[in-house]
């Protein structure tokens, strides 16, 4: 490693040791571009596609967690309700069904972003968030959801010396080399943070389940039935299809990376693609060599960051590290192959587990995070109160779209509540310059993330204005 005094690059544990290139060919050589998490869900319900038109006191447009869980409390609120969810391809098939399935208690990505953000109120989002995590829990218990709940917790490592001060050693929850090593086995780990509040799940069977229970509380639910234009006529939200149409007295937008709706929210998001792998399972001596017997989810510190868990058969998924935009905000299913990604993402696996040389991963896949300028969700409420948008979860979409769901419905109904009145849920983010200074700025602050990564997190004065401007951006 370089003198620190001198400013000048080095090389980051994954490069000083990187494994053999046979090692990771090896990893590479039988995978497959598929959804681990949608092959295993187990559930092949198919919803019909609309073809007539209705008309609905409340429409949902989106079948991820958002409109999912809008949708079943709208019904829990008022069982009288006729409410329609109208998803463009098939329940869970976008973020919803292909993320890490950590579901975490923070509103906020993490404390210091709240701090930065939301001083004044950081007490009240912390336990906001704390009760809703609580709530989730019990409410997936009550509805009978099979999502394989474990309330695990999870371990932010650091793997390099300059990482540790960032654990904060002082405060409770720190961990030295020695335990954070009894919790997982890997040679890059420094030290360690324990954080309770968080519950690993099947990403896919909570979206399937949620379908379920939506359908079994008498929400019309349509799949293959993606909506092209939304307009007012003569009083009613109208909503379109290819084939036909709904006529909404009120209206929630869960479209998140996709293109939105109202065009009025363009700028606030960006589609940023996240990549993973996921190995096959690990035998009995396999796992017992690196331990990991709290299953916690796992996440090291660098700007450029890697999480990882185990599945309910012990396989490791691996995924983060590169975030990658594409111009003009597109959403495309091409973007999903990325070899370099997941070459690098095998390379990184092997560095922290070298005892796992000769495993093999089955699955690679991506999907579209959307990224807001505040790294967590923003509120919309429009024309004249009846469409009500959250959008810019930033990857903390597993637990905040609970959240979000009963502010939208809190806000259409027009509630004065400790929610509504969130700063957080009041104010708008900065937007995203358009093209061609999105993917120029985007490309510029991912180079200079890197740069902090290989300069023992020192921020250039780019990183800098951006954290004073409140317009970052998260990997």
């Not at 209705?54 to 429409?59: E, G, I, K, S």
């Not at 993320?99 to 336990?127: I, V, Y």
């Not at 779209?401 to 009145?421: I, K, P, S």
């Not at 993917?439 to 020192?458: E, L, P, Q, V």
């Amino acid at each position: 490693m370089r003198n620190p005094l001198f400013g000048r690059p080095s090389d980051i544990v994954f490069e000083r040791d990187a494994p053999d290139a046979a090692v990771i060919a090896h990893s590479l050589e039988t995978t497959e571009h598929r959804v681990f998490w949608l092959d295993d869900v187990g559930d092949h319900t198919v919803y019909p596609t609309l073809d007539a038109w209705l008309d609905v006191d409340l429409a949902v447009v989106g079948g991820g967690y958002l409109g999912l869980w809008s949708a079943v409390k709208a019904k829990q609120r008022n069982p009288h309700l006729r409410v329609a969810l109208l998803e463009g391809q098939t329940i869970g098939w976008a973020a919803s069904g292909r993320n890490g399935g950590f579901c975490d208690a923070s509103l906020t990505h993490g404390e210091l972003n709240g701090a930065n953000r939301w001083p004044k109120e950081l007490e009240t989002l912390n336990r906001l968030g704390h009760e809703n995590l609580a709530a989730m829990e019990r409410e997936i218990a009550e509805l009978g959801i099979d999502c394989e709940w474990e309330h695990t917790g999870s371990i932010d490592v650091a793997v390099e010396e300059h990482q540790l001060a960032w654990l904060e050693p002082e405060n409770e929850g720190f961990l030295d080399q020695a335990s954070v090593q009894a919790e997982l086995h890997s040679p890059t780990y420094l030290g360690g943070r324990r954080y309770r509040d968080t519950a690993m799940v099947h990403p896919a069977k909570l979206a399937k389940e949620l379908a379920r229970v939506a359908a079994s509380l008498g929400v019309e639910v349509f799949e293959n039935s993606q909506v092209d234009e939304l307009y007012d006529e003569n009083g009613a939200i109208t909503l379109t299809t290819a084939r036909a149409g709904v006529r909404a007295g009120r209206v929630v937008l869960a479209t998140n990376a996709f293109p939105p709706l109202l065009k009025r929210y363009r700028l606030y998001t960006v589609p940023v693609y996240d990549y993973v792998l996921t190995t096959e399972p690990l035998s009995t001596d396999q796992l017992a060599s690196i331990g990991w017997q709290g299953r916690q989810g796992m996440a090291d510190l660098a700007n450029q960051f890697h999480y990882y868990r185990l599945t309910a058969d012990n396989r490791i998924l691996f995924g983060g590290y590169d975030a990658i935009y594409h111009f003009g905000r597109d959403v495309h299913v091409s973007y999903e192959e990325r070899d370099e990604t997941f070459h690098t993402l095998a390379s990184h696996f092997f560095t922290t587990f070298p005892q796992l040389e000769g495993l093999r991963f089955t699955h690679r896949w991506a999907g579209a995070i959307d990224t807001s300028s505040q790294f967590c969700a923003f509120y919309g409420l429009d024309l004249g109160g009846r469409v009500a948008t959250a959008a810019g979860f930033t990857g903390l979409g597993v637990g905040a779209t609970h959240f979000a769901a009963e502010v939208l419905l809190d806000r259409l109904a027009g509630l004065d509540t400790e929610r509504t009145q969130l700063e957080m849920v009041r104010r708008k983010p900065l937007p995203f310059p358009p093209e061609p200074f999105a993917a120029a700025g985007i490309a510029a602050t991912r180079w200079a993330m890197d740069r902090a990564d290989h300069n023992y997190g020192r921020r250039n004065l780019l990183l800098k204005t951006l954290d004073a401007l409140g317009l970052g951006f998260d990997s």
